[in-house]
């Protein structure tokens, strides 16, 4: 009988799982495409006006119009700002009849001279007041105009300095205007990238912004600084591109600027594989792990890249056009291990 149990509770017991090839890990792949004729390289951009002045008058008073709001658009000729012009006016009144009263003294010593009633040098005298008058007229005019200031062109307020009814300082600075019928973006390029980047590679340059995802924006170059950062060895280059009427991009958005060239040497291919591909051993040498499918192991592979191009980083040399890489858990595998690939290789960053 007690035979018998123990038979039963042997047959009743669950054969133990099969142990798992610990040296099989599952990855994923990366199919690596070689493409002729270009190279992209991205830049962190910052959108700035074509044109920006801060305005600001040449007299000093007492603001008694300032029409504009920051986040504005005026046109050119319009009006900005005014001081109070009741002294200037005055100074006007004044100035003309300082003018009459030098004119008529002119004319009588003039009509003296012809009958010898004075001399010549009193005549002289005379007409340098006169003179005098006249610029001191054209002054004051010249003040009473400079109470006022308009748009010089179409622009955006981009922001205000003061508040209305203050008294303000000639050459206080009142406004900011932008001029945004055109964009300017800036961004600083390598000096390596700088020195090479000739007209005749350059294919094509667009940026995007965050905000439009969807979206890219043609510009042209429009210069660069003459000299490097001291600190960065970068030289900052300025793009330009005409203003979205669909779009409010404004001074200070950030943005990415895609340059395509084409590559120095017309025989290389343009390979790019994702940077968590790459792997770095002890001598600072990057390498990848090539995956071979009838055998499913790993082959350590040398490889010399480039600059980073997108999501990914260029490879110059080590790779060819539809070789399997492992695109995750690349630090993790060794000589010798076999993979499983988790779905389908990959082929596009």
């Not at 018998?4 to 792949?29: F, G, M, Y």
């Not at 009958?115 to 007041?129: C, H, N, T």
């Not at 990238?193 to 924006?217: K, N, W």
Request: net charge negative.
């Amino acid at each position: 009988m007690t035979g018998c149990l123990l038979a039963l509770t042997a047959c009743e017991r669950n054969e133990p799982p099969p142990v798992e090839d610990q040296s099989i890990r599952p990855a994923r792949v990366f199919q690596v495409t070689a493409e002729g004729g270009r190279i992209l390289h991205e830049f962190v951009g910052r959108v700035d006006a074509a044109q920006t002045v801060d305005l600001s008058f040449e007299v000093a008073g007492p603001l008694a119009r300032l029409e504009v709001r920051e986040g504005q658009s005026v046109n050119s000729g319009e009006l900005v700002a005014a001081l109070n012009p009741r002294d200037f006016q005055l100074a006007v009144r004044e100035a003309e009849v300082q003018l009459k009263l030098a004119r008529q003294d002119l004319r009588r010593k003039q009509k003296l001279l012809k009958d010898r009633g004075i001399s010549q040098s009193l005549v002289d005298d005379a007409q340098a007041q006169y003179d005098l008058r006249q610029v001191g007229l054209a002054q004051a005019r010249e003040n009473l105009a400079d109470t006022r200031i308009t748009a010089p062109f179409d622009a955006f307020v981009a922001r205000r300095f003061t508040d209305n009814f203050v008294n303000v300082r000639a050459g206080d600075p009142i406004v900011r205007l932008s001029d945004l019928n055109e964009l300017f973006v800036m961004a600083s390029v390598p000096e390596s990238l700088a020195a090479t980047a000739t007209e005749d590679r350059v294919i094509g340059i667009h940026a995007r912004f965050p905000f439009l995802p969807d979206e890219r924006f043609e510009l042209t170059y429009r210069e660069n600084t003459g000299e490097a950062d001291a600190v960065a060895q970068t030289y900052q280059v300025t793009f330009a591109m005409p203003r979205p009427e669909a779009w409010n991009i404004l001074p200070g958005m950030t943005a990415t600027i895609e340059l395509e060239l084409t590559p120095e040497d017309p025989s290389q291919l343009n390979i790019t594989i994702p940077t968590s591909a790459l792997v770095a051993d002890a001598e600072r040498q990057f390498f990848v792990w090539v995956f071979h499918p009838d055998t499913q192991l790993v082959e350590k592979r040398p490889v010399e890249v480039g600059p980073m191009q997108g999501q990914g980083i260029s490879v110059r040399s080590g790779l060819q056009g539809g070789e399997l890489i492992v695109a995750s858990g690349a630090s993790q595998l060794r000589t010798g291990m076999k993979i499983r690939v988790l779905g389908e290789p990959v082929a596009e960053l």
